[in-house]
């Protein structure tokens, strides 16, 4: 194990993309195996010093910030486990990047559904956000991939959580072999694609998702089994720029009302004028007409389909579409979506802001 304890090396951890900044921490511990974890905590919770978990640090709201006490860093538990290619699963240690995960487990035609967008982050950072992705109106967040996880409890116990096992009863739920019962959260979770705020709370939930999404206030992710799909080919991406409003919203709907397109869709996303406006100076070729952008990507089922879509731009009078259907292109478009919170991250680090992110979700009637 390392143990980081002089300023120097300790400043990469003093904070995240939100641009929240400690001012300084203990130490910092660098463990190499669950056993090295479970000895951190146990030794924190006896001296009753503070114990943040930290993962690649690409969180936008502070979560693996520590004000006091120590940091423990998941960098070392890198390791990609298994790859079931016939049972569609893998097991990872929590810190394995994102990045690594997909190659590998594309150099086996599989894909993991949550295609979490920042590629740079840890398995256990995304667990602990419920992070999602280019694909999540399709595939929606990290959580129901999430069929098993290893954590190490406050107090230092080793507990497997998997998925299917224990529910909640009563308004409680227990954590097993540990006498450990508790209250859910009597808070009414929204009904929507994408949720992320606060602990999951729901009548029936199963235990393993209070854990999902709690930004390592219940304990240090070590291990998580997720599943796979079968990697799919035949996408193809668009950014449409419209320089109306209600051309862009009109396409959105029939995209929404029509089984036969949205079945279909990965990613439906919008871009206003402010975004578009911010991203010009990064890309120049944004038509100057353009006052919003839609980014839709699809999965076509027969070379056929592709007409549809086409017919759809010409309808609601698109003023330049950027199509991408080859790796290199989609990538492109990755690029252009993800450039956004990157150019605006970028700006406010300059400024010298903070800026505590999150997304908004809307019930979609
Ligand atoms: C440009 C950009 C774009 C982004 N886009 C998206 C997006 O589209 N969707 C999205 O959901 N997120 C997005 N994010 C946010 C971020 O990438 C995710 O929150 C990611 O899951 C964080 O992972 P991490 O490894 O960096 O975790 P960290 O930032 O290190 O930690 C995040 C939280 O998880 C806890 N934690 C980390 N590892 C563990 C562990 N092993 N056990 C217990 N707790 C742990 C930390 O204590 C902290 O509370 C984006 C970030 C950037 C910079």
Known sequence: MIIKKERFDIENYLDDASGLRST?????????????????????????????????????????????????????????????KEKKFAVLQAGVIVKEFLDEISSQDLFYPPFPTERTATIGGNIST??????????????????????????????????????????????????????????????????????????????????????GTLGVITEAEVSLIDSFENIFFCAVFFDDLKNATLFVKEIKNRQDLSENVLCLEYFDKNSLDFLRPAYSEIPSSAKECILFGVQLNSEDDFSIWDNLLTKYNSIENWLGNTEKDIEKLYSFRHKLPELINEMLRRKKQTKLATDIAVPEE
């Open 24 to 84: 300084n921490i203990d130490k910092v511990f660098i463990p190499e195996n669950e056993k090295e974890i479970q000895e951190i905590v146990q030794e924190c919770n006896s001296k009753n010093e503070f114990l943040t978990a930290s993962g690649a640090g690409t969180g936008t709201v502070g979560g693996r910030v520590a004000f006091r006490g120590n940091v423990l860093s998941l960098e070392r538990m890198n390791k990609i486990i298994e790859v079931n």
């Open 130 to 215: 419920n992070a999602s992705g280019e694909y999540s109106f399709r595939f929606g967040s990290t959580r129901k991939y999430v069929r098993r996880i290893k954590v190490v409890l406050s107090d230092g116990r080793i507990v497997n959580l998997k998925r299917g096992q224990v529910f909640e009863k009563d308004g409680y739920l227990m954590v097993p072999e540990t006498g450990i019962r508790f209250r859910i959260p009597d808070y009414v979770i929204p009904r929507v694609k994408k949720h992320s705020a606060g602990y999951y709370s729901c009548p029936g939930m199963d235990l393993i998702d209070i854990f999902i999404g709690s930004e």
